[in-house]
């Protein structure tokens, strides 16, 4: 019985906070191949998926990964947790949209964004670092989400909190089963997904 429910809670944990694959970066993804499974759009992250924490312009690294986006026939669309303000600044130095106020984990603005663009969230992907914001956000707007491994290992102090329960949710859900999703390939993306957001 004890077996039973520690099996029951891993799986709870990895529909929760596992992404559907791993990449080292987020421009090791083939967006082309998205684009052929009929993907529409791309919610990127900014703060260590894109560029290091704070940063309010796109630097070389941010543009490629946006160009590679835009050159596959995709939408590019930032979906963060930074200020409007910042979220604006950098969105505007990369030309490209943003979620005002996106509040991950929360996916009520990203589903309200996508609705607005006549997306359905199985069109869509979130590409970002984190398991409780980009994950979690994705899991409940049943995106198909893709964790990218940190750009920086310079952090906030609550992000560093926030990855010291990463690391105990990976431990929980099974870490053999987690570093397996780096071995997923991207046609195997869109299995199992809903079209319903929220």
């Known amino acids: 019985m004890k077996d039973k429910k520690k099996r029951s809670l891993g799986q709870r944990i990895r529909d929760t906070f596992y992404p559907d694959m791993i990449v080292p970066s987020p421009d090791a993804i083939d967006y082309r191949q998205l684009a052929r499974m009929g993907y529409r759009i791309v919610l990127l992250d900014i703060d260590n998926t894109l560029a290091p924490h704070g940063t309010r312009e796109g630097d070389p690294f941010a543009r490629k990964v946006v160009d590679l986006v835009r050159e596959a026939g995709l939408i590019p669309v930032l979906a963060s947790n930074a200020k409007e303000d910042r979220a604006r600044s ?3 130095s990369l030309g490209v949209a943003f979620i005002t106020d ?15 663009r006549d997306c359905r969230p199985a069109e ?10 980009d994950v979690l956000s994705a899991r409940r707007g049943k995106i198909p ?5 940190r750009r920086s290992r310079s952090e906030l102090v609550t992000i560093k909190a926030k990855r010291v ?3 105990i949710l990976i431990r929980l859900g099974g870490k053999d089963k987690f570093d397996a999703l780096r ?3 991207i046609d195997q ?10």
């Open 90 to 92: 950098f969105a505007d």
């Open 102 to 116: 996106a509040r991950k984990p929360d996916a009520r603005a990203i589903c309200l964004d996508l609705e607005g």
């Open 124 to 133: 869509a992907v979130m590409v970002g670092d984190q398991l409780l914001t």
């Open 145 to 149: 989400v893709i964790l990218t491994d």
């Open 165 to 167: 329960l990463e690391r």
């Open 183 to 185: 071995k997923v390939t």
């Open 189 to 198: 993306l869109k299995e199992g997904m809903s079209s319903d957001c929220l």
